[in-house]
């Protein structure tokens, strides 16, 4: 960056290079999310994309949305929302959340996502009813959505607020999964133990204590005992 800073002047290829560069990075992203996210995920980065690109606020973006590749890239991407073709990722999440509410129907389940974008994508598809569950009368399954509070592009927010009102109706019953953006695993919470000895550990560590090697065959460990703080003090307990 600091040869282009200095040489552009004098080099424009370096410029062209450059704007090369972050258009093959945002391929690579689009690549990525439907690799791993899914037809929505990559829909919502194409609206991204072509915003950038109307606006003028990236060359790159502008590059990329010109070409007949990508055009027909989203036209098939189009197709399969309206198809309602999803990862299959999304078939097993519901798998493995319908086995632990059968088998504790009380359970409390938070499913993590890494794409905060298609939060609404994974609850709606959480919802909706398989052949499966009209066989055995009902959905057992009360998803929504848990994200932070702040605003990412035009989508805004959970107000502390309302955070805490889908919090309370977890605890009573009302909802029994929440779709949340995901937290890293290397960040650190302080804990309680149920033996009152505090602790430091990161996120990771202390949820795969509760995760038994063999996911598909046992259910997860209950979390009972432990305590830590929220983001405004209050204590929570497990």
């Not at 009902?138 to 009102?165: D, R, Y």
């Not at 009573?172 to 550990?201: W, Y």
Request: hydrophobic share 40%; aromatic share 6%.
């Amino acid at each position: 960056r600091a040869r282009i800073m200095s040489h552009g002047r004098s080099q424009p290829s370096l410029f062209f290079a450059a704007s090369k560069c972050a258009a093959m990075l945002k391929v690579s992203h689009a690549e990525e999310l439907i690799e791993t996210q899914g037809i929505g995920a990559l829909m919502s980065y194409f609206e991204k994309l072509e915003e950038e690109a109307r606006t003028g606020k990236s060359k790159a973006a502008r590059a990329i949305m010109a070409d007949e590749d990508i055009k027909t890239a989203k036209r098939l991407t189009q197709k399969l929302l309206f198809e309602k073709v999803q990862h299959p990722k999304y078939a097993e999440l519901k798998k493995i959340v319908l086995r632990q509410l059968a088998a504790l129907p009380e359970s409390k389940i938070i499913v993590f996502n890494h794409y905060r974008d298609s939060i609404l994508e994974v609850v709606e598809f959480l919802h909706n009813n398989t052949d499966e569950m009209l066989a055995n009368g009902n959905n057992p399954i009360k998803a929504t959505k848990f994200i932070g509070q702040a605003t990412k592009g035009t989508k805004k927010g959970m107000s502390q607020k309302l955070q805490q009102e889908v919090l309370e109706e977890l605890r009573a019953g009302t909802q029994n999964v929440l779709v949340c953006s995901s937290l890293h695993p290397d960040e650190f919470i302080v804990l309680q133990n149920p033996e009152g000895r505090i602790q430091i550990k990161k996120i990771g560590e202390f949820i795969d204590k509760f995760i038994p090697e063999n996911i598909s065959t046992k259910a997860t460990k209950q979390i009972a005992g432990w305590k830590t703080l929220s983001s405004n003090g209050k204590e929570v307990s497990f």
